[in-house]
Each structure stands twice: as structure tokens, then as C-alpha cells.
């Protein structure tokens, strides 16, 4: 299986996720124009990401800003990895240490989501 | 593709499960397959709890979102009226700047003109005031100096705001 790969923009976060070590990694701000069709190629690698894994998956995911429609999209990323198994996967959700916002999101997210995410703080 | 078409897609999931819940609505018969409506209401049971997790998460993020913009927008209306106040203060110091040029540049013309053609003139009236004429005339022009000045610099920045 081939790793998922997508460079970062102004609207769109950077994509790296590596089928053959399992590590994931979000990171930057994601305002695109269409989120659905941004996301969905993400979406089918990660349907069959979940039928061939073979490692423990660790998502490290660090965004600076996110519009409603992209954290549905996440909601449906982390709804994929659920399906691996919870112990199977970790979920980082790093934020800065002065940005309450996205903290709570993170904490949003936990609430809903059967992955544990662990809350990391960057020091600035 | 609209937005609002783009927006629906986001809740394609969503729209797969409700299509097929009214199908099966459709073409439920209790008393012959209870077994599969009952299979099927627990499924929906399952996406509707899911969804409920959704529009929470959504509503919160969308809360925060919000709030965010509203502080942005005041802090750029409070900007806004700190750059408008220094755009004048700076459009008054340049229109001082300007009537203080302009007075000085009438003060030393009407020196000139007082050197060559007023007080040689004055000198040979001495009955004028008692001989105290030219002072008494630069003194006048002198006092009028800062008013003059004040009604020019008014005038420059009327004239620059109806620009």
C-alpha cells in the first residue's frame, strides 16, 4: 500500500501518512474551499488503510485553525481509525500552550471519538 | 456545484443512513420481519447517537469560531478608530506645518517691504504717531502673525478632508 502524501497550502493542511510505519501527521491550517472534496482521497486510503494495517497507528495532529466543516471531516478520519481499534491506535492532539481554542477542541473531539487522544501542549 | 450542495456532501454518511432508514421504513411489514426492523432501528439508534456527538462537537467548534471573528472584528474597529485619529492628528500637524510656511514666507515679504518702501516712507512723515508709526505697524503684524497662522491651518484642513 502506497503512503498518502499532501503538501502543505495556505487553506490546507499538510497530509503525511505512512501505511508502512503507521505514522500519521496533520499539521497546519485547514479553511479549504471544498473540505468533502478535499478529504476524500484521505477517506478511501484510509478505508483501505483499516483492512491492511500492521502496526500500531500513531496520528500526530498539530493545527493551527480549522473551519466547521473540516472538523466534521476529522470527525470522520478519527471514525475510520476507530474501526482499527482503540488500543491499536493513539491520537496526539498538540496545541499551543496559549491556544485555548484548540485545546477544546481537542477536548471536543475526545468526547466523541473511541481513540484515546492525548493532549500535548507546545511550549512556546 | 453551490455551497450549500458542497456543505450537504459533508453529511454524505449521513444522507446514506437516512435513505436507507426510509426504505426500510418503506417496505417494513412488523408482523413478518420484526427481526430486521428491529436490526435496522438499532442501527439507526447508533448513527443517531453518533450524529447528536457530531452536531455537539460542530456547534462548539462553530461557538468558538464565532467568538474568534467577533474578537478580530472588534479589535480591527478598534484599530480602525486609533488609525483614524492618528490620520488626523497627522493631517493637523501637516496643515500647521503648511500655514507656519506660508506665514513666515508673508512675515519676510512684508519685511522686505517694510525695509525698501514703508519705512523710508514713515521716516519722512515723522508726524505720523510721533515718529513711532513703523513700530507700532510691526507690532500690529507681528501680533497678527498667530491668528493669521490659525485661520490658515484651519482652512488647509478643511480643504484636505474634502479631499
Known amino acids: 500500500m502506497e503512503n498518502f502524501y499532501l503538501e502543505e497550502t495556505s487553506k490546507t493542511p499538510k497530509l503525511s501518512f505512512d501505511a508502512q510505519t503507521g505514522k500519521f501527521l496533520m499539521s497546519g491550517r485547514s479553511i479549504p474551499e471544498n473540505s468533502i472534496e478535499f478529504y476524500r482521497p484521505l477517506f478511501e486510503w484510509l478505508d483501505e488503510y483499516v483492512t491492511s494495517y500492521k502496526q500500531p497507528t500513531v496520528f500526530d495532529i498539530s493545527l493551527e485553525y480549522f473551519n466547521t466543516s473540516s472538523s466534521k471531516c476529522l470527525v470522520e478520519v478519527f471514525r475510520r481509525l476507530e474501526k482499527v481499534g482503540g488500543q491499536q491506535v493513539a491520537i496526539n492532539w498538540f496545541y499551543e500552550e496559549d491556544d485555548e481554542d484548540m485545546q477544546e477542541s481537542g477536548e471536543d473531539f475526545k468526547e466523541i471519538i473511541d481513540i484515546p487522544i492525548k493532549m500535548q501542549v507546545i511550549v512556546n | ?163
Open chain 2, 1 to 163: 456545484m453551490n455551497r450549500q450542495s458542497e456543505l450537504y456532501q459533508v453529511f454524505e454518511n449521513e444522507n446514506l443512513i437516512l435513505a436507507r432508514a426510509k426504505e426500510v421504513m418503506a417496505q417494513a411489514d412488523p408482523n413478518k420481519n420484526a427481526d430486521q426492523v428491529c436490526a435496522e432501528y438499532g442501527l439507526l439508534t447508533k448513527s443517531y447517537a453518533q450524529l447528536l456527538g457530531d452536531v455537539k462537537l460542530l456547534t462548539s467548534v462553530s461557538d468558538r469560531l464565532q467568538a474568534k471573528i467577533n474578537k478580530a472584528s472588534q479589535q480591527t474597529s478598534r484599530k480602525d478608530g486609533e488609525l483614524a485619529l492618528a490620520l488626523a492628528q497627522l493631517e493637523n500637524e501637516r496643515a500647521g506645518r503648511r500655514a507656519f510656511m506660508l506665514v513666515m514666507g508673508l512675515a519676510t515679504l512684508f519685511f522686505v517691504i517694510s525695509e525698501w518702501v514703508i519705512d523710508p516712507q514713515l521716516q519722512r512723515h515723522t508726524e505720523i504717531l510721533g515718529g513711532h508709526a513703523a513700530v507700532v505697524l510691526k507690532s500690529v503684524v507681528a501680533l497678527a502673525l498667530y491668528p493669521i497662522s490659525q485661520a490658515l491651518k484651519n482652512n488647509l484642513r478643511k480643504m484636505s478632508v474634502k479631499k
